[in-house]
C-alpha cells in the first residue's frame, strides 16, 4: 500500500529519471538547438577540425570511462546508462534525420524562417550536433554499464555499440577533414597545355592547393539520339502518357505522341540551317535535326517540317501541331563521358582515363570525373574533376568492421553459448 502511494506522489524530475523525464530532456535540447541555430544567424554549427576532432574523439571516449567508473552511483549517470535515455536518444536522432530527408536542404528559395532554424542544412545544424552528442553520450553509457562485469556473452552486444559508436563519432568528428574541390581543366589549344593545381571548394568559394597538379589531354563524350516529345507551350512543360517513354529519333522511326502519329523521313546527326532545311556538317556546334511528319489520328490534319534540338551555333527548332502544342527534340543526353589526364608529381607523371563513376585514388585524394562545359556539348574543351579527400573514412570503416564482427559473433558464436 505504502509503496503505490509512493508511485502516486511521485513527481516529474524526482529519481529514478524515466521516460516523461528523457523526453523532457529531448524538448529542452532541441529548444537549446534552435536558440544556437538562431543566435549564429542560421549558419550552423562550426566543424571540428584537424587536430581538434582528433583531441575531442580521443577526450570525450576517456571523459565517459572517466565519468562512468567514478560516478557510475549518481543518478544522473543511472539515467543516462538507462534505457528511457537511450529511447530518448535514438527518437532525437531519428527525427533530425527525417528532418533532414523531408526538408529541401541548401535551398535558397526555402522560407527564410526555416533557413534561421537551420532546418535547412541539418546536416551541420545545432540540432543535428546536439542530437549526436546526447546519442554518443547516452550509447558509450549504456556500453560501459552492460561491460560491467565483462562477460563473453555481452561480447556481441559490446562489438555492436563500440562500432555503432565509432561510426558515428567519425561521421561527426570527420566532416570538418572532408574537402571536395572542383578542378577545371582545358584541352590543349594553339600549343599550350595547361596544368591546373588549384581547386576551389563549391561550397565556400576558397581555393586550395593540392599536392600535385593535374593536366587534361583530352575530353571524349558521346551522348545518345535526341528524343522526341511533345512541348505544351502554355506551361513549357512536356506531354506524357502514363505508359509511354520518349522514343529515340532514328532514321524511318514511326511513333504514337498523344494522338500524333509521328514519323521520321530524314535524320542528321550534325547538320547546320540552310535556307528552310537542314545539311549535314561537320563543323563544331553542328546540332541533330529530323524532317518530321505528324498526322492526328483523330482529326486527320498532318504536319511537317524540321525540328532540332540546336545548339550554341545552330538555333533551335519546333514544329507546330496545333494552337499550344509543338513536336520537340530534347538535348542530346550523354551517354558517356571520360578525361584523358596526366598526374603531374614532381619528376613523376601519371597518364590515365577518368571515367564517370570509376574514381582514381592517388596520394589519399580520390578524383572523379563531374562534369563538363554543357553548353558546348559534345565540342566541350572543358573537363571538371572533383578530388575528395575524407581522411576519416577508414576510422568509419573499423566502426562497420565491429558492428559486422559483432552481429556475428551474437548469430553464430552466440547461438553456441546458448547451446
Known amino acids: 500500500m505504502n509503496t503505490q502511494n509512493n508511485k502516486q506522489k511521485r513527481k516529474t524530475w524526482d529519481h529514478p529519471w524515466r521516460y516523461r523525464e528523457s523526453f523532457l530532456v529531448v524538448l529542452e535540447l532541441i529548444f537549446l538547438g534552435l536558440i544556437f541555430e538562431v543566435l549564429t544567424g542560421g549558419r550552423g554549427a562550426p566543424l571540428l577540425k584537424w587536430p581538434v576532432n582528433i583531441m575531442v574523439g580521443v577526450g570525450l571516449p576517456l571523459l565517459l570511462l572517466i565519468l562512468y567508473y567514478r560516478f557510475k552511483n549518481r543518478p544522473i549517470i543511472k539515467w543516462l546508462s538507462s534505457v528511457p535515455a537511450a529511447i530518448s536518444a535514438i527518437s532525437f536522432f531519428a527525427l533530425v534525420v527525417l528532418l533532414l530527408g523531408f526538408i529541401p536542404q541548401d535551398d535558397t528559395s526555402v522560407n527564410r524562417y526555416l533557413r534561421l532554424l537551420g532546418l535547412t542544412h541539418m546536416k551541420n545544424s545545432w540540432l543535428m550536433m546536439i542530437s549526436g552528442l546526447y546519442f554518443l553520450v547516452t550509447l558509450g553509457f549504456v556500453a560501459l554499464r552492460r561491460a560491467t562485469p565483462f562477460s563473453r556473452k555481452n561480447l556481441g552486444f559490446l562489438l555492436n555499440h563500440a562500432g555503432?559508436?565509432?561510426?558515428?563519432?567519425?561521421?561527426?568528428?570527420?566532416?570538418?577533414?572532408?574537402?571536395?574541390?572542383?578542378?577545371?581543366?582545358?584541352?590543349?589549344?594553339?600549343?599550350?597545355?595547361?596544368?591546373?593545381?588549384?581547386?576551389?571548394?563549391?561550397?565556400?568559394?576558397?581555393?586550395?592547393?593540392?599536392?600535385?597538379?593535374?593536366?587534361?589531354?583530352?575530353?571524349?563524350?558521346?551522348?545518345?539520339?535526341?528524343?522526341?516529345?511533345?512541348?505544351?507551350?502554355?506551361?513549357?512543360?512536356?506531354?506524357?502518357?502514363?505508359?509511354?517513354?520518349?522514343?529515340?529519333?532514328?532514321?524511318?522511326?514511326?511513333?504514337?505522341?498523344?494522338?500524333?502519329?509521328?514519323?521520321?523521313?530524314?535524320?542528321?546527326?550534325?547538320?547546320?540551317?540552310?535556307?528552310?532545311?537542314?545539311?549535314?556538317?561537320?563543323?563544331?556546334?553542328?546540332?541533330?535535326?529530323?524532317?518530321?511528319?505528324?498526322?492526328?489520328?483523330?482529326?486527320?490534319?498532318?504536319?511537317?517540317?524540321?525540328?532540332?534540338?540546336?545548339?550554341?551555333?545552330?538555333?533551335?527548332?519546333?514544329?507546330?501541331?496545333?494552337?499550344?502544342?509543338?513536336?520537340?527534340?530534347?538535348?542530346?543526353?550523354?551517354?558517356?563521358?571520360?578525361?584523358?589526364?596526366?598526374?603531374?608529381?614532381?619528376?613523376?607523371?601519371?597518364?590515365?582515363?577518368?571515367?564517370?563513376?570509376?574514381?582514381?585514388?592517388y596520394r589519399g585524394w580520390k578524383l572523379y570525373q563531374l562534369s563538363y562545359d554543357e553548353r558546348m556539348g559534345k565540342w566541350s574543351r572543358v573537363s571538371v574533376i572533383e578530388a575528395v579527400r575524407d581522411p576519416w573514412l577508414p576510422v568509419v570503416y573499423t566502426g562497420i568492421f565491429l558492428l559486422l564482427a559483432g552481429a556475428l559473433y551474437l548469430f553464430w558464436i552466440g547461438q553456441d553459448i546458448k547451446e
Open 164 to 361: 555503432l559508436w565509432i561510426t558515428i563519432a567519425a561521421g561527426y568528428l570527420g566532416a570538418g577533414d572532408l574537402m571536395r574541390l572542383n578542378l577545371t581543366l582545358l584541352e590543349p589549344h594553339g600549343g599550350m597545355n595547361q596544368t591546373v593545381s588549384q581547386a576551389v571548394n563549391k561550397r565556400t568559394g576558397e581555393t586550395y592547393t593540392l599536392p600535385f597538379s593535374v593536366r587534361l589531354e583530352d575530353f571524349n563524350i558521346e551522348h545518345y539520339n535526341p528524343k522526341l516529345a511533345i512541348l505544351d507551350g502554355r506551361t513549357g512543360k512536356l506531354l506524357f502518357e502514363d505508359d509511354k517513354s520518349m522514343p529515340l529519333i532514328e532514321e524511318e522511326l514511326k511513333a504514337t505522341l498523344l494522338n500524333w502519329d509521328i514519323e521520321v523521313l530524314e535524320y542528321e546527326p550534325e547538320a547546320f540551317r540552310a535556307d528552310d532545311r537542314y545539311v549535314h556538317g561537320d563543323s563544331m556546334g553542328n546540332a541533330p535535326a529530323a524532317y518530321v511528319k505528324a498526322m492526328n489520328g483523330i482529326s486527320g490534319e498532318v504536319r511537317e517540317g524540321w525540328i532540332s534540338s540546336g545548339s550554341f551555333r545552330v538555333m533551335y527548332q519546333h514544329m507546330p501541331l496545333d494552337n499550344h502544342r509543338f513536336l520537340v527534340m530534347t538535348n542530346p543526353e550523354p551517354e558517356k563521358y571520360s578525361s584523358d589526364i596526366v598526374i603531374e608529381d614532381g619528376e613523376v607523371e601519371l597518364p590515365l582515363t577518368l571515367e564517370v563513376n570509376k574514381p582514381f585514388k
